[in-house]
T-cell receptor
């Protein structure tokens, strides 16, 4: 079974631009979560999608948005990029939406975003 | 809101030494607790988890963790580390009764095992 796939692996953008990151979950997984990882802040929850609906959202500004498609693939968009948005963006999928197995997340390798 | 503290940011050990990484969380309700590991160049993967029952949980590769509710702690242990344990370790908590499905991670502990 293929793992969680994130594309692209690396991105370089300039301030003010916008960026879209893609995540394909493990086949059969319907829940997709996004996390931002930085050396100073560690991993911070961005949002979670299930069945094309955003179910939870972290404490990030509205410049960060996402969506999920009917095939469970998800995209994350960041508009008006700032230097502080430079980070590794991780996508994680899960097979269950309720009960204790939800939290067993399978992570992708991430997209490393650099904002210049 | 819940938070997770990992007080050791960088730990250096020799092979065969014993390991204990501290993890404390701040949340008074029911929690699920996790340790994730990120080996160099690899993605995050689950090491072990606590949901309920026996507070001493065993994970992969000889790791174990003990949930001490009165101390809000979930420390990770391994009796004898190997060079291949060099990685970054993250403690995480999910607060079950917030109605919010999201893991709160600690800032991570970088473990370096010297041969």
């Amino acid at each position: 079974k293929a793992g969680v796939t994130q594309t692209p692996r690396y991105l370089i953008k300039t301030r003010g631009q916008q960026v879209t990151l893609s995540c394909s979950p493990i086949s059969g997984h319907r829940s997709v979560s996004w996390y931002q990882q930085t050396p100073g802040q560690g991993l911070q929850f961005l949002f979670e999608y299930f069945s094309e609906t955003q179910r939870n959202k972290g404490n990030f500004p509205g410049r960060f948005s996402g969506r999920q498609f009917s095939n469970s693939r998800s995209e994350m968009n960041v508009s008006t990029l700032e230097l502080g948005d430079s980070a590794l963006y991780l996508c994680a999928s899960s097979s269950k939406i309720s009960g204790t197995d939800y939290e067993k997340l399978f992570f992708g390798s991430g997209t490393q975003l650099s904002v210049l | 809101a819940q938070s997770v503290s990992q007080h050791n940011h960088h730990v250096i050990l020799s092979e065969a030494a014993s390991l204990e990484l501290g993890c404390n969380y701040s949340y008074g309700g029911t929690v699920n607790l996790f340790w994730y590991v990120q080996y160099p160049g690899q993605h995050l993967q689950l090491l072990l988890k606590y949901f309920s029952g026996d507070p001493l949980v065993k994970g992969i590769k000889g790791f174990e963790a003990e949930f001490i509710k009165s101390k809000f702690s979930f420390n990770l242990r391994k009796p004898s580390v190997q060079w291949s344990d060099t990685a970054e370790y993250f403690c995480a908590v999910n607060a079950l009764d917030t109605g919010r499905r999201a893991l709160t991670f600690g800032s991570g502990t970088r473990l370096q095992v010297q041969p």
